[in-house]
């Protein structure tokens, strides 16, 4: 087992027992997912907006680039809801993993929100 410290910020603050800001210890399996970690906390992929571990910027809204990125023991994951969102002057230059830098690539630049256009939803 491994355990992670995790803080959910906005709306999602409730799934850890809080308003606005929670933050709870999460006993987890060895080889654990963010994927799995967002499982078990009852939390929808749509519904996690930027999500950091060990203060590294691993997602951002609407793209799944952390799903299968793996946790150990210790980590601390912060998790902010769509609604919640990350200041965007401590977006320039910030630290991000392979999986987001590729995301990114391919689907643009920092957004709020990353998701289909209405054309691609058709």
């Known amino acids: 087992m491994i355990t992670v410290d995790v803080t959910l910020y906005g709306d999602i603050?409730?799934?850890?027992?809080?308003?606005?800001?929670?933050?709870?210890?999460?006993?987890l399996t060895e080889k654990a997912?963010?994927?799995?970690?967002?499982?078990?906390?009852?939390?929808?992929?749509d519904d996690r907006g930027y999500l950091f571990i060990n203060a590294v910027l691993h997602d951002a809204p609407?793209?799944?680039?952390?799903?299968?990125?793996?946790?150990?023991?210790g980590d601390h994951i912060g998790i902010f809801s769509t609604t919640h969102m990350w200041p965007y002057q401590y977006r320039d230059g910030i630290h991000m993993s392979d999986q987001l830098q590729k995301a990114m690539k391919k689907h643009g630049s920092m957004q709020?929100?990353?998701?289909?256009?209405d054309k691609e939803r058709r």
């Open 13 to 27: 603050a409730h799934f850890a027992g809080g308003s606005h800001v929670a933050s709870q210890d999460v006993n």
């Open 33 to 45: 997912t963010v994927g799995d970690l967002l499982q078990k906390l009852g939390i929808s992929p």
């Open 62 to 73: 609407g793209l799944y680039a952390s799903k299968d990125a793996a946790l150990d023991d």
């Open 112 to 117: 709020n929100v990353y998701g289909r256009t």
